[in-house]
């Protein structure tokens, strides 16, 4: 049954089906052709022959089908007119077009992770597949300029190619050489979905339901993988608090104002019990002790009564396996309440150098010295958090707090 819409309602669809299924799109494409960046060429003609075809026939009933579709017509008709391409033209010529399926997902963020990138292109370059992030927002996240992030996708693709990756599922063996990637990209792909990066929206749902998904998939592959688990838990915990994120106006909410009657218990419950599991075999990870952590805020009556000197000692653990600045932060959070705001601020203070250009640094900071009664020190380092800030919800709250409201 086709829908007909304005060339406005038409962009809103193309970016929807975009971010929802770009990643089994360019899987299965990838798949068929051995090249992800033909795939990527031939999927973004068939968007732009979507506007003119959409717009006098009517959207499609299964828009992510019409464009794989679309996409394996003009990828086989750049082929037969490539001398380079003109084998792989002949063997596929007759091969009707290739339908994306949930495997398409995984079987593209293996090849992307594959072992002769290194990590940092591995887990940039899906991101870039997978979520469909631009080019601004992978480097935004990598702290890096967005010509350096452009020079690193083109480089891994490049090696990709030359090394023949295929886009399949790898063999169950070569699945340990590659996760620390592969679960690094679908936590990252949740935290973009959880809280943006860009300044046009707050969250993507869509986004974050689709990490959740990935991770969930993940586990149940790799159910004797307990870094699997404890990724898959960590997601669940955060995800069971994401209707209370957010205001009737669009407002971020903090964990210690958020009403915890509306959290989801079920899944709550559900990451818990994944979590013992995973703990059970003895082989503590990062993602366990960040999802231990999430664990103990979702079992808190209230913010206030929450296990500080528990959650401050997990996270010294979580630094001897993950000796990370953005770490130590987190921790310094919890020594306020454990210990007392002062010791938190000397902790803080010691981040400078390293977590200068952070905008989490500053906010955190000014909270603390806001507890201290130190107000227009605290102004001040609200002013550089706002500064650095991106997301629309985080920069309406930095506002509020200079403005002297909550």
Known sequence: MLQTHRVGDLREILDRVWRTDAASMLGVLSRRLGDLDRAEEALQDAVSQAMTSWAADGVPANPAGWLVTAAWRKALDRLRREATGRDRFAALAHTPAPAPTGDDRLALIFACCHPSLPQPSQVALTLHAVSGLSTEEIAAGFLVPTATMAQRLVRAKRQLRARGVRFELPEPEAYGERLPAVLATVYLVFNEGYLASSRQAPHRRELAREALDLARELARLMPNEPEV???AALLELHEARSATRFDGWGRLVLLADQDRRQWDRQMIDSALARLRRAAARNAPGPYQLQAAIAALHALAPSYDQTDWVAIRGLYDRLYELQPSPVVLLSRAVATRY????????????????????????HATRAEILRALGRREEAAEATRRALALATNPAERELLARRLAGTR
């Open 229 to 231: 688990a404890g990724l």
């Open 338 to 361: 454990a210990v007392d705001p002062a010791t938190a601020l000397s902790e803080v203070d010691a981040l400078a150098d390293r977590l200068a250009g952070y905008r989490l640094l």
